[in-house]
T-cell receptor, first 112, second 110 residues
Framework: ETGVTQTPRHLVMGMTNKKSLKCEQH?????MYWYKQSAKKPLELMFV???????ENNSVPSRFSPECPNSSHLFLHLHTLQPEDSALYLC???????????FGEGSRLTVL | KQEVTQIPAALSVPEGENLVLNCSFT??????LQWFRQDPGKGLTSLLL?????REQTSGRLNASLDKSSGRSTLYIAASQPGDSATYLC?????????FGSGTQLTVLP
């Protein structure tokens, strides 16, 4: 039990599908993050939410659409993805700027 | 823009050895530095968190140091075990975001 739960753990989708990744944190944190991890590349920050407000969008293509309905839940809506979007998508949360960041187990996405 | 570098990219050691992983960063205006462990296909597990005002943190066989002025951190692993085999990442938290290095892939041979 990591305190940050991601579902699904594995997802295979076609380029025309619409799917969503879900993240839930049970730590009472006020900030949540989406990261992308591709093979042989450093972790890439995608989005940051503080108190449900998006504070960072790291030039992410519009085919990725985040949603943060409350400070405990974070979604990543996916549509018309490309094969190069195949990666491990990691969700994380933290309390504030001075504390550590805690990660979920990730959602492995494969786009065919 | 903060840049984080980890050296070496890969390291292979026999069981029982003590080892040091290195992390350097370009902007010393940080809140904290965090070391993570990642097993293949899994998420990141936090190992140690060092606040910018601290010099080191210890947990079991792990010791992490921070020299903010020189932009360096080390992770020392004592008496390495095969179960320590994983990728180790350092991440620096600044005002805008958490910036990761590319990691060091550690293999401890039995």
């Amino acid at each position: 039990e990591t305190g940050v739960t991601q579902t699904p753990r594995h997802l295979v989708m076609g380029m025309t599908n619409k799917k969503s990744l879900k993240c839930e944190q049970h730590l009472g944190h006020n900030a949540m993050y989406w990261y992308k991890q591709s093979a042989k590349k450093p972790l890439e920050l995608m989005f940051v939410y503080n108190f449900k407000e998006q504070t960072e969008n790291n030039s992410v293509p519009s085919r990725f659409s985040p949603e943060c309905p409350n400070s405990s839940h974070l979604f990543l809506h996916l549509h018309t993805l490309q094969p190069e979007d195949s990666a491990l998508y990691l969700c994380a949360s933290s309390q504030d700027t001075g504390t550590g960041v805690f990660f979920g187990e990730g959602s492995r996405l494969t786009v065919l | 823009k903060q840049e984080v570098t980890q050296i070496p990219a890969a390291l292979s050691v026999p069981e029982g050895e003590n080892l040091v992983l290195n992390c350097s960063f370009t902007d010393s205006a940080i809140y904290n530095l965090q070391w993570f462990r990642q097993d293949p296909g899994k998420g990141l597990t936090s190992l140690l968190l060092i606040q910018s005002s601290q010099r080191e943190q210890t947990s079991g066989r792990l010791n992490a140091s921070l020299d903010k002025s020189s932009g360096r951190s080390t992770l020392y692993i004592a008496a390495s075990q095969p179960g320590d085999s994983a990728t180790y990442l350092c991440a620096v938290k600044s005002a805008r975001q958490l910036t990761f290095g590319s990691g060091t892939q550690l293999t401890v041979l039995p």
